[in-house]
């Protein structure tokens, strides 16, 4: 009997505990979660922080620097700093980026990651296409370099000779059956004997997949770019705010390639793809003032068949265009005018090599890394993913 009234007189103070504690956990849980979301906020902030901060630093330039082979290592080095941080995001949140809906956004930015692969083959070749120049031009350097010797007709000869090579070299970009445009590699093959008799017969391939010779950079540009649209309110919320960084990572992505095919002469390069980075974004307005500054400058520097914005490469040309012009019109003995005209442009002509010289193997290798970090990301990324859907 005395239990059964100690169970009586225990029972609704067994009832206030449960209550007590389980509104205690529920707070601790709820406490946690907010925590959780505080963290997430707090990583999504500073990521899109990192996006504004690094392109702010690229519209500290002047124009004559913009789209320099100094400026566009330091454009590839942002990109590889943004992705890293992106992919480090992604990786802490496995479970939520491998459900729905943010599977669809995460599928969708790896799809324009693959295609990407083929415009960091293209820019590689361009890059080997603008040291075949540089070969022509070292021609020049030692043929009428006058003070290791009188400029003869000889030297006359081979010069005009080289810069005769050069011209065709470049006119063969346009020919899509030239020797050049059967030499596409990719970054994620080996030599073996089978690539090098795919290559011997002409067939072009990239890590993503084979580039024709119709192939075309805009075009590539352009799927990677359709249907980049901004999150929507409701999908920011029912992503937890991981929309935004998705969607500005991928805008990242579209503007770098952008600015590559824009700087670099590859296949079919141009400017007149269509992509928009909404101003409410804080993010999106130092990639809206810089593709501006690009446009403002290609309306100066583009001209009709013209191989690249790159800074150098329009120092290139006028360099050539000048020299052209002397060696084709001067007789030997040179006149005291006519030699120091010649001297002038052969100096402008050796700060264009050294330049090239100086500045194409890092370009290159960044460019190299940037493919790497794109395609070890989507490998992680996929197989996550897949992970989810089972």
């Known amino acids: 009997m005395t239990f059964t009234d100690n169970q009586g007189s225990s029972s609704p103070f067994r009832a206030m505990s449960r209550s007590i504690f389980g ?3 529920e707070q601790v849980h709820s406490m946690e979660g907010r925590h959780e979301s505080s963290a997430d906020q707090l990583e999504l902030e ?6 504004i901060d690094r392109f702010n630093d690229l519209l500290v330039v002047d124009a004559d620097e913009l789209l320099s082979l100094a400026w566009l290592q330091k454009l590839l080095d942002a990109f590889v700093c943004c992705h890293e941080e992106f992919r480090v995001i992604l990786l802490k949140n496995k479970e939520l980026i491998s459900k729905p809906p943010l599977d669809r956004l995460v599928a969708e930015f790896f799809e324009r990651s693959l295609k990407a ?5 293209a820019t590689r070749d361009g890059i080997e296409k603008i040291r075949m120049w540089q070969k022509h031009l070292e021609i020049v350097l030692c043929a009428l370099d006058s ?3 009188a400029i003869g007709e000889g030297q006359l000869r081979r010069a005009r000779k080289a810069l005769m090579d050069l011209a065709l070299t470049m006119l063969e970009e346009k020919d899509s059956g030239s020797v050049f445009s059967q030499r596409n590699r990719s970054f994620g093959r080996h030599n073996t004997s089978k690539d090098h008799h795919r290559r011997k017969s002409g067939h072009s391939r990239s890590l993503s997949w084979s580039v024709s010779p119709s192939w075309s950079a805009t075009k590539q540009l352009q799927s990677i ?7 929507r309110g409701n999908e920011i919320a029912a992503t937890n705010g991981f929309a ?8 990242v992505l579209v503007f770098v390639l952008w600015t590559l095919v824009a700087a670099i002469p590859c296949q079919d390069r141009g ?3 269509h992509f928009s980075i909404p101003r409410q974004f804080s993010w999106g307005t130092p990639l ?3 593709h501006d500054r690009i446009m403002e400058e290609s309306k100066k520097r583009e001209q009709r068949n013209s191989n690249g914005l790159l800074k150098e490469i329009l120092s290139f040309d006028r360099c050539t265009r000048q020299l052209t012009d002397l060696v084709d019109f001067v007789h030997i003995p040179l006149p005291e005018e006519q030699k120091v005209e010649i001297d002038q442009g052969m100096e402008e002509l050796s700060l264009v090599c050294e330049a090239f010289k100086n500045g194409l193997d890092p370009l290159e290798r960044q460019v190299k890394e940037v493919f790497r970090k794109i395609m070890n990301m989507r490998t992680e990324g996929l197989e996550f993913l897949g992970r989810g859907s089972e």
Request: hydrophobic residues 45%; glycine residues 0%; aromatic residues 6%.
């Open 244 to 251: 935004i960084p998705i969607f500005a990572m991928s805008s």
């Open 23 to 25: 509104a205690k956990r």
């Open 46 to 51: 500073s990521f899109q922080k990192q996006v």
């Open 225 to 231: 770019a359709n249907n980049l649209m901004p999150p």
């Open 147 to 149: 003070r290791q010797r």
């Open 117 to 121: 692969l083929d415009i960091c083959n």
């Open 271 to 273: 400017l007149n793809v």
């Open 288 to 290: 809206h003032l810089l």
